[in-house]
């Protein structure tokens, strides 16, 4: 499997299926940030296929105090490859590129079913759980850089 930058229109399939199956159509399944300057968008390969997304953009959270900080967004791994490190590996090659360019933390808002994958993976949880709307239960969690 390979890790690589993708467009972010390669992320629409996937953030359908697996993110956002009440929006009516796949292509607007766009967050308002996507072609920002700062956003990077990932991609797990497996034999050509992508298998794993995650959005990155430069965005601070008043929970955290680091000058430089990045939050995780729309991660998504197809349920065939569930369990196959594709998601591992994604949060590994961000984690490293994010120290290249000296971040100070990666933070984002799990959805409750996906804290052990990110505890696992050594970020930490602030404990409230917040619903939010058309998704579910989600968790702040955050990995220092």
Known sequence: MEVKIISPELTHSLRHRVLWPHIDREDRCVI???EREDAIH???????????IGSLFELKSPRLNFEKQYRLRAMATDPD????????????FAIELLRSKQVGVLWCDARLKAT??????????????????LIGPHQFMYFEL
């Open 32 to 34: 308002d940030i996507d």
């Open 42 to 52: 990932l991609g797990t390969f497996a034999q050509n296929q992508l298998v794993s």
């Open 81 to 92: 490859f569930r369990g196959t490190g594709s998601g591992k590996l994604l949060i590994e």
């Open 116 to 133: 052990g994958f990110y505890k696992r993976l050594g970020f930490a949880l602030v404990e409230d759980v917040y619903e939010v709307p």
